[in-house]
């Protein structure tokens, strides 16, 4: 970690990533952090990785941590508001319940999956909790909105298809931030009068061909194809973070449910989607899902920008 924060700080002045709204901002953009978590696994870096956020991430309203009731989950929380990162109001860090605030659960994603067929290979348990964590990112901004908004009991329709009046920027739980980064690139209002923003988006150059397959089948033969970058060469926006625009996962959600009668946290596990007969093998990303939609769709979403970060070792 010392030497990525070594090369961090060297490269500060080439790559002015801290500064937010460098593409000029007529309204300022609302955005939310979701950090989906497993406390009985992710504990050996989330309390460095949620203290990281809350003290570099610039255009942060609030984080909202999600899993399970934890009072490990807890302390963390406590401890990352306690230190008043850049000021920050007390609450700035909270919880969301991972079993009570989304149209799903662990229970209903591994049901689903087995109603459709999936086998139960070794890693059947770890299958369950990835398309979970999938689907918690992607309707993460919708559980907070119904969260601020007070609203208890099962999601409706009106929820599903809602497009709150905020973004969503999602975090894996053991991303550790090394200096200040600003997604915002530049906002202004559309014909409607919403704030619609240009994030920031990084990228690596993963090339999981399951990825594009569940695309496919989930968006059409067109709008689910990858998009190639500047210089016509793959590009994947796996890089355990990105920022979901609310109008645009609400288009995403608008078309799968059209395509395969379903909302999307449905119409994932149906055998037309794919990933149940591949269930063991990964065989669906949010990231890539929304990275290459938004580029194709709403080119006006994403800006590509590369941040140096790299995979482990962990602490």
Not at 59 to 74: F, K, M, N, T, W
Not at 207 to 220: E, F, I, P, S
Not at 285 to 297: G, N, P
Not at 303 to 311: C, D, K, S, T
Request: glycine share 8%; hydrophobic share 45%.
């Amino acid at each position: 970690s010392a030497l990525l924060l070594a090369t961090a700080t060297a490269w500060d002045v080439h790559t002015p990533t801290n500064r937010t709204c460098l593409g000029g901002c007529g309204c300022v953009p609302r955005l939310r952090a979701c950090v989906p978590t497993a406390p009985s696994k992710d504990m050996k870096v989330f309390a460095q990785s949620l203290a990281s956020l809350a003290a570099r991430g610039v255009d942060l309203e609030a984080i909202y941590v999600v899993s399970r009731a934890s009072p490990d989950v807890d302390r963390v929380i406590a401890k990352a508001n306690a230190a008043r990162a850049r000021g920050r109001r007390v609450d700035f860090v909270r919880w969301l319940d991972e079993e009570g605030g989304f149209p799903f659960s662990y229970a209903s994603v591994k049901a689903a999956l087995e109603a459709a067929g999936a086998t139960h290979g070794g890693s059947y348990a770890y299958a369950v909790g990835w398309y979970l964590q999938q689907l918690i990112k992607l309707y993460c901004g919708r559980a907070i909105d119904r969260a601020e908004r007070s609203v208890a009991g099962p999601w409706n329709a009106a929820d599903v298809a809602r497009a709150p009046d905020f973004d969503a920027l999602v975090v894996d739980s053991d991303v550790v931030w090394l200096r200040d980064v600003a997604f915002v690139h530049a906002a202004a209002r559309d014909a409607a009068g919403a704030c619609r923003a240009t994030y920031n988006a990084a990228f690596s150059r993963e090339a999981h061909g399951l990825y594009y397959v569940t695309n496919k089948n989930l968006l059409g033969a067109a709008d689910g194809a990858p998009v190639p970058d500047a210089g016509g060469h793959p590009v994947s926006g796996v890089a355990h973070h990105m920022v979901f625009r609310s109008d645009v996962v609400a288009a995403i959600e608008a078309r799968v449910s059209k395509r395969l009668g379903a909302p999307l946290h449905a119409a994932l596990l149906k055998p037309e989607a794919g990933v149940v007969k591949e269930a063991h093998r990964n065989a669906f990303s949010e990231y890539q899902l929304y990275f290459h939609f938004a580029r194709r769709v709403f080119p006006g979403a994403v800006r590509v920008r590369q941040l140096y970060w790299a995979n482990g070792p962990g602490p």
